[in-house]
């Protein structure tokens, strides 16, 4: 029992680790080819056209 909540803990923080790395390539990195807009806001702008 002990050792599937060590690996149950292990797998809710690479869940996190992905989940946070999502978030920086989908909102907080700038891509230059963007116009240095971020991810998110190249979205908005090409939505809202």
Do not use: P
Not at 9 to 16: C, D, L, P, S, T
Not at 30 to 46: C, D
């Amino acid at each position: 029992m002990r050792r599937n909540k060590q690996q149950g803990g292990e797998k809710g923080i690479r869940q996190k680790t992905i989940r946070e790395l999502i978030d920086y390539f989908n909102r907080k990195r700038a891509y230059a080819s963007k116009n240095g807009l971020t991810a998110e806001q190249f979205r908005n702008q090409a939505v809202s056209c």
